[in-house]
């Protein structure tokens, strides 16, 4: 079935609603009261170490996060998610936290190996797997080397393939501490975050030589290999201002996979961060797709 749907934040009250007897009616308060249930564990597979960080039970929601961070982007949605009924599952990439494994001579193919690895240890059943930016590569990686364990894709900002090449060097500019604060916030400025947004909490959480390493992995593997996620459903979170994916593409996906296979939601205002932006919504249409694709008593 095909869908697009515009969410703005009012839009995303109800997810919020839906956690009020965790800690009020808000879903910044929600989460923050969420976050004291997290729990962590780590996954080994050959010489790789992944730490894995989880909430909430139920069918498995995987969260991948963007070039050179960690899954903390995620701490805001994760107990929304987990008061929907979903168990949260955040592995670190190789190279942060507690996370550790070979970050050369690599490809797209070995991070999806590492989460295919995290998704068996949860069990039988196949899971979710969403990826924000950079992590949606993974993700449809994942879904096509292990289609046993992936039951779909969410993409989250997931970016054109012929976006601006010169993005890359806001990117760059963000993670790189070297640099004066001001330009590093106009660097997230240009590339992240829409007008009004709030840049300054990614400030924190890079991690470059690991960004590298991805970047590197992903020059390894052809895009012709994966871009297609398999046959598994898909989910296009978009942010409605995001530099690298302009909304006059807001189609391309849909139109590339088939709709038969791809769902459509648009969130704003949002940037290529777009879970800083809109946390509530995010988790909505996560919580709504997983609800049509995950059954919670197989």
Same mark, same amino acid.
Request: hydrophobic residues 50%; proline residues 7%; contains cysteine.
């Given at each position: 079935?095909?869908?697009?749907?515009?969410?703005?934040?009012?839009? =995303?009250?109800?997810?919020? !609603?839906? +956690? &009020?007897? *965790? /800690?009020?009616?808000? @879903?910044? #308060?929600?989460?923050?009261?969420?976050?004291?249930?997290?729990?962590?564990?780590?996954?080994?597979?050959?010489?790789?170490?992944?730490?894995?960080?989880?909430?909430?039970?139920?069918?498995?929601?995987?969260?991948?996060?963007?070039?050179?961070?960690?899954?903390?982007?995620?701490?805001?949605?994760?107990?929304?998610?987990?008061?929907?009924?979903?168990?949260?599952?955040?592995?670190?990439?190789?190279?942060?936290?507690?996370?550790?494994?070979?970050?050369?001579?690599?490809?797209?193919?070995?991070?999806?190996?590492?989460?295919?690895a995290v998704i068996a240890h949860e069990g039988s059943r196949p899971a979710l797997v969403a990826g924000h930016a950079f992590g949606?590569?993974?993700?449809?990686?994942? =879904?096509?080397?292990?289609? !046993?364990? +992936? &039951?779909? *894709? /969410?993409?989250?900002? @997931?970016? #054109?393939?012929?976006?601006?090449?010169?993005?890359?060097?806001?990117?760059?500019?963000?993670?790189?501490?070297?640099?004066?604060?001001?330009?590093?916030?106009?660097?997230?400025?240009?590339?992240?975050?829409?007008?009004?947004?709030?840049?300054?909490?990614?400030?924190?959480?890079?991690?470059?030589?690991?960004?590298?390493?991805?970047?590197?992995?992903?020059?390894?593997?052809?895009?012709?290999?994966?871009?297609?996620?398999?046959?598994?459903?898909?989910?296009?979170?978009?942010?409605?201002?995001?530099?690298?994916?302009?909304?006059?593409?807001?189609?391309?996906?849909?139109?590339?996979?088939?709709?038969?296979?791809?769902?459509?939601?648009?969130?704003?205002?949002?940037?290529?961060?777009?879970l800083p932006d809109q946390p509530a919504a995010v988790a909505e249409a996560l919580a709504d797709f997983a609800d049509r694709i995950?059954?919670?008593?197989?």
């Amino acid at each position: 079935m095909t869908s697009m749907q515009i969410l703005d934040a009012g839009a =995303a009250g109800a997810m919020a !609603d839906a +956690v &009020a007897d *965790v /800690a009020g009616s808000s @879903a910044v #308060h929600a989460a923050q009261a969420g976050l004291h249930s997290l729990s962590g564990h780590t996954v080994t597979h050959g010489d790789v170490r992944i730490a894995v960080a989880t909430c909430g039970s139920g069918p498995a929601i995987v969260l991948l996060p963007s070039l050179g961070r960690d899954v903390e982007d995620f701490f805001p949605i994760a107990p929304l998610l987990a008061a929907r009924g979903y168990r949260v599952v955040m592995p670190s990439p190789r190279g942060m936290g507690d996370s550790t494994g070979p970050l050369t001579g690599i490809t797209l193919h070995d991070f999806a190996n590492d989460i295919a690895a995290v998704i068996a240890h949860e069990g039988s059943r196949p899971a979710l797997v969403a990826g924000h930016a950079f992590g949606n590569w993974v993700a449809r990686n994942t =879904a096509i080397d292990h289609p !046993d364990r +992936v &039951a779909g *894709v /969410a993409v989250l900002a @997931a970016a #054109h393939k012929d976006f601006p090449r010169e993005l890359r060097a806001h990117i760059d500019g963000a993670m790189d501490v070297s640099l004066a604060r001001d330009l590093r916030l106009a660097h997230l400025r240009a590339a992240f975050f829409s007008a009004g947004g709030d840049p300054s909490p990614w400030l924190d959480g890079w991690y470059p030589d690991v960004a590298r390493a991805q970047r590197a992995a992903s020059a390894a593997t052809p895009v012709a290999g994966w871009w297609t996620a398999g046959s598994v459903p898909v989910l296009d979170v978009q942010a409605a201002n995001d530099p690298f994916a302009p909304a006059s593409g807001a189609h391309l996906l849909r139109e590339e996979l088939g709709g038969d296979r791809v769902t459509v939601r648009v969130v704003g205002p949002a940037g290529h961060a777009l879970l800083p932006d809109q946390p509530a919504a995010v988790a909505e249409a996560l919580a709504d797709f997983a609800d049509r694709i995950l059954p919670k008593n197989p």
